[in-house]
């Protein structure tokens, strides 16, 4: 069965600093990975996605993830966070490119100036 | 460009009732699909509907039902609603019936609470 876990309810990083979240998978088959950034009383805003190719992925505002086959790891990146980025992450895997999507607890990001 | 969009945003409703959703895609989306999230927790998928079929179903009861029309906008159907369907419904579009390499785009979503 497909799973996604993001081990840190809550992660604190000072503005300026650089920041980590972290997100590991389980999936058959080859993975489909994706972040996603939820703003209170919003939706879901893509972020970036994995789906082939180079391990470093490039995103939206600054952000990037490093896919990590052997460790089934995906985690999110900032050089240099901003009190704006403070936000829920989501993490999410598909089987399939435009299929369902199994989501990961989500991860509150604060970013204190 | 519009993006997705729902309605209502909010609603509210009593124990054994029946509540529908709508949602619109985005400009050149063709499949939409539906998630709960509840308070706290990641969003769980309920069904995806391209060409006017359901494709996908999570694990969801039959009380949950929708549709697709044919201009690509969906509906979610709640039955015999419980206290434990109070809610964050999201919908989401993309493009292709999961063949596409795009990612799915997400509306702000309708908040159910049942009372």
């Known amino acids: 069965a497909q799973s996604v876990a993001q081990p840190e309810d809550q992660v604190n990083v000072a503005e300026g600093n650089p920041l980590t979240v972290k997100c590991t998978y389980s999936v058959s088959g080859n993975p489909y990975l994706f972040w996603y950034v939820q703003y209170p009383n919003r939706g879901l805003q893509f972020l970036l996605k994995y789906i082939t190719g180079d391990n470093l992925v490039k995103g939206s505002y600054g952000f990037e993830a490093e896919f990590n086959k052997s460790q089934t790891s995906f985690h999110l990146k900032k050089p240099s966070a901003l009190v704006s980025d403070s936000a829920l992450y989501f993490c999410a895997v598909s089987q399939v490119q435009g299929g369902k999507l199994i989501f990961g607890q989500g991860t509150e990001l604060s970013v204190k100036p | ?115």
């Open chain 2, 1 to 115: 460009d519009a993006g997705v969009t729902q309605s209502p945003t909010h609603l509210i409703k009593t124990r054994g009732q029946q509540v529908t959703l709508r949602c619109s895609p985005k400009s050149g989306h063709d499949t939409v699909s539906w998630y709960q999230q509840a308070l706290g927790q990641g969003p769980q998928f309920i069904f995806q509907y391209y060409e006017e079929e359901e494709r996908q179903r999570g694990n969801f009861p039959d009380r949950f039902s929708g549709h697709q029309f044919p201009n690509y906008s969906s509906e979610l159907n709640v039955n015999a609603l419980l206290l434990g369907d109070s809610a964050l419904y999201l919908c989401a579009s993309s493009w292709g019936g999961g063949d596409s390499n795009q990612p799915q785009h997400f509306g702000d979503g309708t908040r159910l609470s049942i009372l």
